[in-house]
């Protein structure tokens, strides 16, 4: 998943407040040091409490202008970022991921009709349509496979969702194709989760999973802690390796949190590698 973009719900915010539908410099500007200050926030619990009140602003905008693109993909990254780092109950997390995907599918159909009807086809169709894309549609690409994995995430004992797990790789591989450095090398991250969610003998492919783990800790300079994080979670745990289970851990606890756009999702990453690692005591 991306880190909370919510300088994206904030530019949704300026068109209630009379801007026509275009947002100008001046608050552009206002929405993105609004968002780099939620990003930067060191406590978790501000921005949870107030995440619903954009999910629902979001959800009013759609029923307004139900196909516009832009909203429908701001609410899909919202929503599947609240339900990955924020929801505990886990009927509540499929839910808010559904949602999350849905949006990600509406934006999808509205952009580009020949993607939109290939998510469903079988994964031939669906990869001729997405060699088709190019650097304009990295962020719909991105949008729509993260939502997708979040669904994944969420519902992982659902043999029919890890069965899309080859599509959303497809589309996490097209925008690493289309830019290696995208987004702080966080698609690195995302495909690690995937490749990491199954054992070799189920047709998961953990060593690739530790390999793209590997690249997006590089990538950020080792300032994005959930990776490290995820690592642990899914790749140390599959592979019964507790050593480096624990240590990554404990790097993550004993790292400053503190960094540019990241500092929030360090934080929440720290608190999930504490967790962790108290309940490694019971599952090596």
Known sequence: MRRLPLLLCIAALTLLAGCAGIVNKASQRFADNLGGAVLNQDDPGTVRDGLPAYLLLLDALIEGDPNNAGTLLAAAKLYGAYAGGFVAEPERGKRLANRAFGYAKRATCVRNAALCGAIDQPFEALSGEVAKLGVKDIDLLYGLASAWAGRIQQDSGDWNAIADLPKVQLLVERVLALDANYAAGEPHMVLGVLHSLRPAQLGGKPELGKAAFETAIAMSQGRNLMAKTLYAQYYARLVFDQELHDRLLGE??????????????????????KALLASGKDYF
């Not at 993550?252 to 590698?273: D, F, G, K, S, W």
Request: aromatic share 0%; glycine share 0%; net charge positive.
């Open 252 to 273: 993550v606890i004993a790292a400053a949190p503190e960094a540019p756009r990241m500092t929030l999702m360090n934080v929440l990453a720290q608190q999930r590698a």
